[in-house]
């Protein structure tokens, strides 16, 4: 069983940064597609950035390219999303989740099988 733990949330204002890392344990094999996610309150989750089994391939959604710059380190089997600019409506619980299969960017939640538990990434204004 894949354990994926997220660290780095908290509470920030508006214009600054954070730095979210999510470390994948467990398991036999490493994870190929990586993501992050978000859900604000009273809101369905949501994609945010997705990257490619060796790093190569990037995705953003709209609300966060030219903001966020997710990364990984195989070595260390973790992900990263940096997060620059940060806007109130970037309040949510953020998500890592990784799959085995995939070795694209991924979009789709569903698509991924491990998950972690969430970090808190609050922004005020």
């Known amino acids: 069983q894949v354990h994926m733990v997220e660290s780095g949330g908290g509470l920030v204002q508006a214009g600054g940064s954070l730095r979210l890392s999510c470390a994948a344990s467990g398991g036999t094999s490493i994870l190929y597609a990586m993501g992050w996610f978000r859900q604000a309150p009273g809101k369905e989750r949501e994609f945010v950035a997705a990257?490619?089994?060796?790093?190569?391939?990037?995705a953003y959604a709209d609300s966060v390219k030219g903001r966020f710059t997710i990364s990984r380190d195989n070595a260390k089997n973790t992900v990263y999303l940096q997060m620059n600019s940060l806007k109130p409506e970037d309040t949510a619980v953020y998500y890592c989740?990784?799959?085995?299969?995939?070795?694209?960017?991924?979009?789709?939640?569903?698509?991924?099988?491990?998950w972690g538990q969430g970090t808190q990434v609050t922004v005020s204004s």
């Open positions: 990257i490619d089994w060796n790093g190569g391939s990037t």
């Open positions: 989740a990784g799959d085995r299969y995939y070795t694209g960017t991924v979009d789709y939640a569903p698509a991924y099988d491990y």
